[in-house]
């Protein structure tokens, strides 16, 4: 694949864009950059922007989009670790995470997230650590179901375990078999692919996904200024509890006993909330892009 050829549809764009403020003078760090489609926006807003991603194919490819920009610096990193990637620039004035991987590491084979296409089983957003081939190898089997189990929210979490810890696949298609071997005909799903959850599941644990988002949740406080504000557009469930979870205890949580009629603790946060809800694509967004149904902007400012 070229890097002309990645293609990726941003997601909430106008949304988490207009809620981050971009603006001269600003300092924006995009934590993960993909085809740069929030990064261009935040640019075009007047705002100087940090890329980071884990990817270096993906750096590439925004950089082609917008290298051209004097504002736009790309950085290659983990966003967990942005206190050492950004460490020159903090703190800043915006942190954006839009978590997932995008649609050209989806689509590639080579690098083995698709159930559809033969590919090497390797799961990997970046180049370090072990491939969901290795994981599997080196995973016993009880832990093996409780990753499928809880990040693929998978019902046929043991067996499926039990057979792929027998059949250690080390291509894509070969886990989707051994997968569907596992879960009895009448059992698979209608709407998605048996594989399906199996393989969001690995490739969670394959990137260390929700322990980098706790990471990075955690380093809010040192890494915005005071006005600064924060944006995590997550696709799944046990993600966005976490950002939700996450932004209240930032915010002070009132820790009055229940059944007070009016607060008397007083508790106040350095953050405030700003999306009391969750925001949610559009109905014309969802349409053009089925991506964006499962999508969550969760946004906080840090006020003081
Ligand atoms: C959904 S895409 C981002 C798309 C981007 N917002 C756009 O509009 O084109 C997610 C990107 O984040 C990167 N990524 C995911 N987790 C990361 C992490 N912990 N640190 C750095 N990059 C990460 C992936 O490699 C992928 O390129």
């Not at 807003?45 to 993906?58: E, I, K, Q």
């Not at 206190?83 to 903090?90: E, F, Q």
């Not at 380093?219 to 005071?226: E, G, Q, R, S």
Request: aromatic share 4%; net charge neutral.
């Amino acid at each position: 694949m070229g890097d002309l050829d990645f293609q990726h549809q941003t997601v909430l764009l106008r949304e988490a864009v207009e809620l981050l403020r971009p603006g001269a003078g600003k300092v924006i760090i995009d934590g993960t950059l993909g085809g740069g489609g929030h990064t261009e926006a935040l640019l075009a807003g007047g705002a100087s922007v940090v890329g980071v991603d884990r990817d270096p194919v993906a750096l590439a490819a925004a950089t082609a989009r917008v290298g051209g920009n004097p504002r736009f610096q790309p950085r290659q990193g983990n966003f967990a670790d942005l206190s050492r990637v950004a460490a020159d620039l903090l703190p800043v004035d915006g942190v954006l995470v839009d978590l997932g991987v995008s649609s050209p590491q989806l689509d590639v084979a080579e690098r083995g997230f698709s159930f559809n296409k033969d590919g090497p089983l390797d799961m990997r957003m970046g180049p370090d650590g072990p491939t969901a081939a290795e994981l599997i190898a080196t995973t016993d089997e009880a832990e093996l179901a409780r990753i499928l189990k809880e990040y693929g929210e998978e019902p046929f979490a043991r067996p499926i375990a039990r057979e792929l810890k027998r059949a250690l696949p080390t291509r894509t298609l070969e886990a989707a078999e051994v997968v569907k071997r596992a879960v009895p005909r009448k059992a698979w799903p209608t709407r998605i692919h048996v594989a399906t959850r199996t393989f969001q599941a690995l490739r969670m644990a394959v990137n260390a996904e929700l322990e980098s988002l706790d990471t990075l949740l955690a380093a809010l406080p040192a890494l915005l200024k005071v006005g600064g504000r924060a944006a995590v557009i997550s696709f799944h469930s046990l993600e966005d509890r976490r950002v939700k979870d996450a932004f209240r205890a930032l915010a002070g949580q009132c820790t009055c006993p229940p059944g007070l009629p009016v607060c008397v603790c007083k508790s106040v946060g350095d953050f405030q909330v700003l999306t009391k809800k969750a925001v949610a694509a559009s109905e014309e967004e969802v349409e053009a892009n089925p991506r964006s149904r499962s999508a969550h902007l969760r946004v906080v400012e840090k006020v003081r």
